[in-house]
């Protein structure tokens, strides 16, 4: 089965600490998302990597980057964080062919202080 | 930009009931996928349609992706405990958007022994 692992299920930050939100996929696959969940919204995309290096902005991605050095790995990051920053932050991988489904972590849920 | 809109946001029933999710596009959709989620943890797949009058089952849930593929529907039968949780309907954008995928905002069940 494929098992995409986020490093922390729980996170305690403090405004203005950069923080980073890793993520791990042992599939080989080649897409990988960073969403953020909020009640009421749903599923936000922030960022999406579709290969090594390659990078696109979803539809909140302010406040965010990201980075992918390695194909199995993608990282998001919050340069100083906020308060508004908390929130359940779930990462998810796919093969890059039409109609894949996601496979999804467990969700890292940060609290900015 | 496409947005996904879930009816209703949120549905209480009694144990043993049937109920129906709805999820509608903007526009036509390339391939929905239907996710589950218990609280506080990530999401599991649970049925992807393509076809315009497409309806796949698995145990007491049937998923369908109306003809014009705008609509979707998911209805479970006889509902169980094990059906609460929040059911996030996904959309994959269309190939010169990338290949992200979008989620409505998600519909809560609670089923009431």
């Known amino acids: 089965d494929v098992k995409v692992t986020q490093s922390s299920r729980y996170l305690v930050k403090r405004t203005g600490e950069k923080v980073f939100l890793e993520c791990v996929q042992d599939?080989?696959?080649?897409?990988m998302f960073w969403y953020r969940q909020d009640p009421g919204l749903g599923l936000r995309l922030i960022y999406f990597?579709?290969?090594?290096?390659?990078?696109e902005k979803g539809d909140i991605p302010e406040g965010y980057s990201v980075s992918r050095e390695k194909k199995e790995r993608f990282s998001l990051i919050l340069e100083s964080a906020s308060t508004n920053q908390t929130s359940m932050y779930l990462c998810?991988?796919?093969?890059?062919?039409?109609?894949?489904?996601?496979?999804f972590g467990s969700g890292t849920q940060l609290s900015v202080l | 930009s496409q947005e996904l809109e879930q009816s209703p946001q949120s549905l209480i029933v009694q144990e043993g009931k049937n109920l129906t999710i709805n999820c509608t596009s903007s526009?036509?959709?390339?391939?929905l996928y239907w996710y589950k989620q218990k609280y506080g943890e990530g999401l599991i797949f649970l049925m992807m349609?393509?076809?315009?009058?497409e309806e796949k089952s698995h145990e007491k849930i049937t998923a369908k992706l109306d003809e014009k593929k705008q609509q979707s529907s998911l209805h479970i039968t006889a509902s169980q405990p094990s059906h609460a949780g929040i059911y996030l309907c996904?959309?994959?954008?269309?190939?010169?958007?990338?290949?992200?995928?979008?989620f409505g905002q998600g519909t809560e069940l609670s089923v009431k022994p």
């Open positions: 526009k036509t959709l390339y391939g």
């Open positions: 349609l393509q076809k315009g009058g």
């Open positions: 998810a991988s796919r093969k890059y062919r039409p109609n894949e489904k996601l496979f």
């Open positions: 599939m080989d696959h080649e897409n």
């Open positions: 990597s579709y290969d090594v290096k390659m990078k």
């Open positions: 996904g959309a994959d954008l269309p190939r010169n958007q990338g290949g992200k995928l979008i």
